[in-house]
């Protein structure tokens, strides 16, 4: 008999043990027991190929009767043509030339997968599938099937789905008894299997509903998993020493607060006045600020610096790019004045100094910036990840903050925070809203605040999208906006996905499996055109394009990361101060550039960007008092999802309802992250989306457990597997490095 720990290969024999580790990683029993299906299929529910209605999702039994493998762009595209007596369809997988080897001619299987075509002929891209072992007459084996939920598995390499079924049943035939980590009380609660019950029926379920209800018991245990790992993180923060940090009632903060141009919005002064209480506490803040492009956070931001400033500390506020570090320079010198320039004759003597570090920054000045980073003189410390590094060294850090979260992984708000004596205080501010689950389960170790109003005086912005399949000469109406935008004295942006045209950069252009597995699972088909990247707009095509044709007479400039830093620079400040009109660039202007001026976006190709992306984009418009207008360009189909998601985002400008779509869109793949990725264990079925209520209800429990048992001494099986689930996020977090 074998418990959960035991190798594989005790049970299942050398050879197939070894596939499942080369294949998967696995090693013990439980690895395999957790390789779950990805859906069960019944006899009943099978189609006849000719009754397929393209974008159904269906399941076919059907013989392989030709295969052929052709390449394109580098890419390898096994095409696979079967049938089932009613027609034939092709099956389509990139990149994985090795399926040749199970799916033979003569082969049949059932098929399962979203009707698709391509150039007018019906197919199944990348469908999942169960073959038929060899020697099982078919009508033998599908009369066994039928009326059986019959597992999907994730295959993969030698290990087809039946394959994995079969090792997987032979390992829950000798399956001991098991102990339970989730407390007996809690699964009653919910009316939960055991363990050992939820393996067999997730994987051998006699009924729908059995391999429901193990699922879910199974989910709710990795999202009560993590609750617990992130209750006691939270626990673990509360216990570090933090030194507080008070506003006086006349120092920096009064004094610049008198200066400011306008008065704070009730958000603003409510999260001022959270951020002032948690950095009187002897423990660090923790906190996540967001809110939308343009709602204030910067302000919020600077006032919590110059907080600490009064007190001897000093604030470093990081950046993900070097545009944004400079932009941020530049506007906290500009909000702060002589405020900034302490120790100089133009200085306040209230005052504190700025400090700007980045990696292009030329050696001198990345001395003197060093320096005065050591001796205390900088106050405010303005960087990139360059701060990040080793010879930076700062005199007191009392505060960190972190713009743009998604960008920054968690090692390097580490990394930052090793710099302090004492932890600093921590705040982190995001334009990409977050639904509350997801704030709950991703950042379940930061109090979260939420800016949900803009300064009165924004202006609206408008979005439209501009099909250019169906409606061409829209374009060309476009660019006349842009004349007529700048005709008015106000100014453009016109952003494309790539920096260069396909043939001048090839290398940079190939699209990965990853990408193709993303269309896949959004349920995009997947064009040859797409493979090279052929037709995507780039900035140096465009930027001269539109300079010598549909734009010509005006200002016109491109900006990409590929520019070096003192031309980004020097194009940044001459759209800033309006020389240049129309900025032709890539998503560097993503975030917080500020050009109130500016009125006008086309974002071209912009089926290619996310929905949080477009969203962050056309914040740039409508900054100042002009409207805003945003033109999303696009060949994607009427009715195809890239169209949907473009209209989703044409139609609110509700930053949360945006970010949902875009969630559930990209499948949260990287919303639970480095969790979530690889062979690991303990969060496989979890969807921070699809199982908001099961993460509220664990979060309840969690708390509950918790408070009554902060070390879980009364759950010794659930401690140990919360501490599980600890070490394989800290040795994630060692791999990286
Ligand atoms: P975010 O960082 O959230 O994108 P910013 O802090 O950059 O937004 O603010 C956008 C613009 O609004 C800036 O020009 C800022 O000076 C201005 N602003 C901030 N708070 C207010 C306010 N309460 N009233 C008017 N303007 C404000
Ligand atoms: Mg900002």
Not at 94 to 111: H, I
Not at 520 to 544: F, K, Q, W, Y
Not at 692 to 709: F, H, N, P, Q, T
Request: proline fraction near 4%; aromatic fraction near 4%; charged fraction near 25%.
């Amino acid at each position: 008999m074998a418990v959960l720990e035991d190798p594989l290969k005790k049970v299942l024999g050398d050879r197939t043990a070894q596939a499942l580790t080369k294949t998967f990683g696995m090693k013990t029993v439980e690895d395999l027991l957790r390789h779950y299906p990805r859906r069960y299929v019944t006899r009943g529910e099978m189609s006849d190929i000719s009754k397929l209605i393209e974008g159904d999702e269906v399941t076919i039994l059907a013989e392989v009767k030709a295969v052929k493998i052709r390449r394109a762009n580098g890419r390898v595209i096994l095409d696979v043509h079967v049938g089932d007596g009613s027609d034939t369809m092709s099956l389509t997988f990139f990149n994985q030339a090795w399926r040749e080897k199970e799916l033979k001619v003569g082969v049949t299987g059932m098929f399962a997968g979203k009707v698709g075509s391509f150039k007018g002929v019906r197919q199944l891209s990348h469908p999942d599938y169960q073959l038929i072992p060899d020697g099982n007459d078919v009508d033998s084996a599908v009369d066994d099937f039928a009326g059986k939920y019959l597992p999907v598995y994730p295959a993969g390499g030698k290990l087809p789905s039946w394959k994995l079924e079969q090792s997987i049943g032979i390992v829950l035939d000798s399956l001991d008894e098991i102990p339970d980590y989730l407390p007996r009380e809690i699964a009653d609660e919910f009316g939960y299997p055991t363990l050992r019950e939820a393996f067999f029926a997730i994987h051998k379920p006699k009924s729908r509903e059995e391999a429901e209800v193990a699922r879910e018991r199974l989910t709710f245990d990795e999202a009560m998993l993590l609750q617990l790992l992130l209750a006691q993180r939270r626990a673990e923060l509360r216990a570090l020493q933090a030194t507080p940090r008070s506003i006086s009632t006349n120092g920096l903060v009064s004094i610049f607060e008198s200066r400011l141009p306008f008065k704070y919005t009730s958000g603003q002064i409510e999260i001022n006045s959270e951020i002032e209480m948690d950095m009187k506490q002897a423990h660090p803040m923790h906190r996540l600020l967001q809110g939308e492009v343009g709602s204030g956070k910067t302000v919020i931001a600077l006032r919590a610096m110059l907080s600490v400033i009064e007190s001897g500390g000093q604030a470093a506020l990081l950046a993900p790019t070097e545009v944004l570090a400079q932009q941020h320079f530049k506007t906290i010198s500009k909000l702060l004045g002589d405020l900034a320039l302490a120790g100089t004759l133009e200085g306040n003597g209230e005052g504190t100094q700025l400090a700007l570090l980045t990696g292009s920054l030329p050696t001198n000045l990345k001395k003197d910036s060093l320096s005065r980073i050591a001796n205390g003189e900088a106050g405010i410390v303005i960087g990139t990840h360059a701060l990040l590094s080793e010879g930076v060294e700062f005199n007191d850090l009392a505060l960190v903050v972190v713009d743009e979260q998604h960008r920054f992984g968690v090692e390097q708000r580490d990394a930052l925070r090793m710099k302090a004596k004492l932890p600093p205080h921590l705040l982190v501010m995001t334009a990409t809203p977050i639904p509350r689950t997801v704030a709950m389960t991703i950042f379940g170790d930061l109090d979260v605040s939420t800016l949900r109003q803009l300064p009165s005086g924004r202006s609206p912005i408008t979005t439209h999208v501009i099909p250019v399949l169906e409606k061409p000469h829209y374009l060309d109406r476009a660019w006349e906006r842009i004349k007529e935008e700048v005709g008015k004295k106000h100014q453009a942006y016109i952003v494309a996905p790539r920096i260069t045209a396909p043939e001048v950069d090839e290398s940079k252009n190939k699209i990965t499996q990853a990408d193709i597995d993303m269309a896949r699972l959004m349920g995009d088909e997947i064009t040859s055109e797409e493979l090279n990247g052929e037709g995507m707009v780039s900035v140096e095509e465009l930027a001269p394009r539109l300079a010598t044709g549909a734009l010509k007479g005006l200002k016109l400039a491109p900006l990409h990361g590929k520019q070096s830093a003192e031309l980004k620079e020097e194009t940044m400040a001459a759209f800033s101060s309006g020389e240049i009109e129309v900025l032709v660039s890539t998503t560097v202007i993503e975030v917080g550039v500020d050009v109130p001026n500016a009125s006008m976006m086309v974002i071209m190709d912009a089926d290619r960007f996310g929905v949080s992306q477009l969203h962050q984009l056309r914040g740039r418009v409508g900054r100042g008092s002009v409207p805003g207008l945003c033109l999303l360009v696009t060949a994607a189909e009427e009715g195809s999802p890239a169209m949907e998601r473009l209209t989703a985002v044409a139609g609110t400008l509700d930053g949360f309802e945006l970010s949902r779509i875009d969630l559930d869109q990209r499948r949260e793949g990287d919303v639970l992250g480095r969790a979530q990725s690889g062979t690991k264990s303990h969060l496989r079925l979890l969807r921070v989306l699809r199982d908001e209520d099961l993460i509220e209800k664990a979060r309840s429990v969690s708390l509950r457990l918790i408070e009554d048992d902060p070390t879980l001494s009364s759950f010794p099986t659930l401690a140990h597997e919360v501490s599980l689930l600890k070490a394989e996020e800290s040795s994630e977090f060692l791999d990286k490095g």
